[in-house]
């Protein structure tokens, strides 16, 4: 389970995060839906512990991101917005030097990899350069590198962002799956098609607070609108709306 | 925390090693331009040294007919003698065609004054704004005026007197500099080519680990892990260190091969610089490798891409030159105030080591302590960067 509790972060003059709360649960996808600039990497960056908040509390599994980091650190995957490879390491290469830094034990790690491989279906280019393969396969392994520690959160930042659409495709089932085997998922996304597909729970934040929280469902039928979309317009419309 | 810092330095060790740019720049173009461009300038200057003596000096001559004997001494002295009948402005205008280098006129007047006992006219044309020309009618003035000597010499003698009235002071020249002292004035920047090849070693590494992780977008995932910063800067500073000694190694080794073949004792020079030396040269730069390194590390953890670093490191290059371009000009010596400057104590030590003077091991300890000192601090530095929010924007 993924926790946010008040938290709040400023750049500045720029309030980017008020007083956030959410939470996301285990065997679900949370979908983090906002506009450019609404805070949702802001908020993410202080869940996965690499912004301190100016106030309030972030906890993976209840355990306090900035007290007790690496255990909280250790039951996160993160895939963040640039899901950079070290273009000179084989796939392979690149997932063992995020396993080491986590502190995957080598005997474990091998086994572990051959797994990941097999599940995300890496087997045809785990040994190549990160250079040469393709958008897609670059974010399996970056997504396999972000899982490679097996921890039970995973919080992805607009994780669809520049994939074809066979990627899109093939990371919705991966993260279906990843679901079904009851991992705790929160990824954002300023596209409402793809949150509207894939999420049981949306939260919508603008200007650094929520604005609208629950099932696509409740959010439509709350909202009295008749898509999402609408939604998330009339979510939006108090602050002035997308600018 | 140490565990964590091997598993860095072994991912950039073995990444850079993989990457044509860096290996080229690191441990080949870096280090062997010192020594080959070296090679090739000592041996240019010293061809240029020995070639001022021995050549064969043409000059034209016109009025040979009215000096035979001075035509012969030039002559006997290793000048070639081209006789053409020049006003003084023919020969003005033939030296500025560059058709003659150098014409000595013998005037008409000049037998006459000669066998009268006055001043004989010479006139030497020459472009004094070309250098070679220059030494030649140096070295023609200096003939000329030692026939002179010479003739005065026998006028004294003629009339009864010592000639040795005609030298009131006799002057002896002694140069104290030793064979390979004077070596030193031509390899002094030596030097700054053996701390520019160990800097270069790392340059690219130190941009990759940082600038490079930037612009590739890894640097947000590696950051979001549970690992201490000072661990990742330790293991990327440790990495460009690596990269570093291996690049004076490779620099030192050619230096070794390279004055294998620079004939400096044919010039009385010995260079002193085999294996031995060449040891001790890696031992005074080792304290300086984690110095370049974490200076290097700490400027492109400052930058946004790989290009921005690139042009703020070329300049870092050029600082270790500052203190040893101020020794050259004040000439300064080997002095235990000066072993608290990094880059210029290596170079007075390297030099000391050349010259075969004593060296003091206080002297090692300071320099050695004082590159160590602040690299730590650099370090840190660099360490403390990392640690802040402000390394994602």
Known sequence: ?243 | MIGKLGIVFAKEFIENLRDRRTLLSALLFGPLFGPLLFGAMVSRMLHQSAAETDEVLEITLSGAEQAPNLAHYLESQGLKLKLAPLSEAAARAEVRRGASALVLIVPEEYAARFRAGEPAPLLLVADSSDSQTRRSAERVRLLLSAYGSGIAQLRIQARGLSPLLAVPVAVNEIDVTTPTGRAIVVLGFMTYFILFAMLMGGLYLAIDATAGERERGSLEALLSLPVARGALVGGKILATCAYMALSLAINLAAFVVVFRFVPLEQFGMSANLGPRTALEFFAICLPFVPLGAALMTLVASFTRSYREAQTYLTSVLLIPTLPIAFASIYSLKTRSALMLIPSLSQHLLMTSVLKDEPISARDIATSALSALVLAGLLIAATARHWRRESMLR
């Open chain 1, 1 to 243: 389970m993924i926790e946010a509790r008040a938290l709040s972060k400023r750049f500045g003059d720029l309030e980017a995060v008020r007083e956030l709360s959410l939470r996301a649960r285990d065997g679900e996808i949370t979908g983090l839906l906002g506009a450019n600039g609404a805070g949702k990497s802001t908020t993410l960056r202080m869940l996965y512990g690499v912004l301190t908040p100016d106030g309030g509390t972030a906890s993976i599994d209840g355990l306090d991101v900035r007290g007790e980091t690496s255990a909280a650190r250790a039951r996160l995957g993160v895939l963040a917005h640039s899901t950079g490879l070290y273009g000179n390491l084989s796939a392979r290469e690149n997932i063992e030097y995020f396993g080491a830094l986590l502190g995957v034990p080598r005997a474990e790690l091998d086994s572990r990899i051959a797994s990941l491989a097999q599940e995300l279906d890496l087997d045809g280019f785990l040994d190549q350069r990160a250079r040469g393969l393709s958008q897609g396969q670059r974010i399996k392994v970056a997504l396999a590198r972000a899982l490679v520690h097996s921890p039970p959160n995973l919080v992805l930042d607009e994780p669809t962002n520049g994939l074809d659409v066979m990627a899109i495709r093939s990371l919705r089932e991966l993260l279906r799956r990843l679901r079904a085997q009851g991992h705790c998922i929160l990824f954002s996304s300023h596209v409402m098609g793809e949150v509207a597909a894939l999420c049981d729970r949306v939260v919508i934040i603008g200007h650094g607070r929520v604005l609208a929280e629950g099932s696509v469902e409740s959010i439509r039928e709350r909202s009295g609108a008749s898509s999402l979309e609408e939604a998330f317009l009339r979510a939006l419309e108090p602050e002035g709306g997308l600018e």
